[in-house]
Structure formats: C-alpha cells, structure tokens
C-alpha cells in the first residue's frame, strides 16, 4: 500500500487533514504547494484540482480535493482510529450535519471575510471593508453556534464523549479568526475547547511540522 500524499501550504485548509493523518498515525508524505509562487494556480496543480485550490489528497491511484471530502475519506479508510460515529446511527446523522455545516457554512464565510475584494468591483475599497465587515459579524454568529453545541453536547469534544474529524476542522477554522475582534478562543467554552485540542500530541506534531509559531489560536 502506498503512503497516502497530502498537498499542503501551512495553515491552509490542509491542517484538518494534516491533524487527521497525525491522528492515525501512518505514515504519509507531504507535498508543499508553494503559494507565495502561485503553485496552486499552476497547470500541473490545475490537473489534480481544476479549482486551484489547497488541500488535494493523492491515495494511490485515486486523487481527492475538497477538505471535507478528504477528512471523511481518511475516517473511513482507518475505522480503527475511530474518527466517525458509525454509519446509518443517528450520532452519524449528526456528524454529517456538522461536517456540511463546518464546510458550507463556517469555512466559505471565512473564505468571504479573508478575500472580500473577490466580492466587489476592482479598487472598491469602501465595499471591501463593507463585505469584511459583514462576515465578520456573521463568523461571530456562527461561532456562537460551536459555542452553543459545545454546551449542548457537554464537550470534551464537538460531539461530546467522542473526538472525530470534526474537531481538527472546527480547530482549523477556529485558529483561522485568531485576528479577529472577538477570535473564538475568547468564547467560554470553545477557549477551553481549543486549548484541548492544543494539548493533542497529534496536534502538536502538526503545527510543528508546518512550522507555525504562536499564538496559535
Ligand atoms: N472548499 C475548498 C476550499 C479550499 C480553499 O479555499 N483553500 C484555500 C486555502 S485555505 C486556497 O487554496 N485558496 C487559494 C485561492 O483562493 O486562490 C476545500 O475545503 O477544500
């Protein structure tokens, strides 16, 4: 069996794949795009993501883009690391929504509020503040909605008693507002969430690995 191949840029959307590949702890091999010399945009990249976006996963023959995708592909390909309710249980249902929600919902309202000039004419410089704006007060809606699930689930984890894919992903996206004004970390329950995701060693191997430097969240 070949090692499965992520392609990656620090801190990107690669990272829950990354912390999940860390989790299950086979070997695998990391490929950096390059995105400070548009690597991602390049026609050889192009091949493996028509979108040009990071992460793509490469497992033998088979090559995967979108980081849902692949995090669920990695869960099911190492049922032993337990990293998913099991399938047609309503803790599965769940998880699905949760995995949807993360994706469509959280992380492309990150994505508006990382690039808001992609949302309004070339040299609008008051609408880019408007859209930034704007989802900035969205994500801290949304990051109520993890605090309030946290609160429902009882923690220590999204779902509650078991970890999954979905806290590498929630972590992700979570770091990813580290700047904001109100950043996740200073909510309650999610600060302690995030500082338990923190302390995993498979975490910890991560951040090392892309070479990233605190504050981390
Ligand atoms: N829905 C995609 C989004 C991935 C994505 O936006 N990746 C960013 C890095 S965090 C990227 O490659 N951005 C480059 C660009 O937008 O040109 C996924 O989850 O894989």
Known sequence: MTAKKLFYYPSNASMAPHIVLEEIGQPFELVLVDRKHNEHKSAE????????????????????????????????????????????????????????????????????????????????????????????????????????????????????????????????LCRWTRGFTQPARERALLGQYLQRMLARPAVQRMLKTEGLAAPFV
């Open 45 to 172: 990249y192009l091949r493996l993501n028509p979108n040009g976006l990071i992460p793509v996963l490469a497992d033998g023959d088979m090559v995967l883009y979108e980081t849902a995708a692949i995090c669920l592909h990695l869960a099911d390909t190492s049922p032993e690391s337990d990293l998913a309710p099991k399938l047609a249980t309503p803790e599965r249902a769940e998880f699905y929504k949760w995995l949807m929600w993360l994706t469509n919902t959280l992380q492309s309202t990150l994505i508006v509020y990382f690039y808001p000039e992609r949302w309004v004419d070339v040299g609008n410089v008051a609408g880019v503040d408007q859209v930034r704006a704007h989802a900035e007060s969205k994500i801290g809606a949304l990051l109520e909605q993890l605090e309030q699930q946290l609160q429902s689930s009882g923690g220590p984890w999204l779902l509650g008693d078991e970890y999954s894919i979905l806290d590498p992903y929630a972590f992700m």
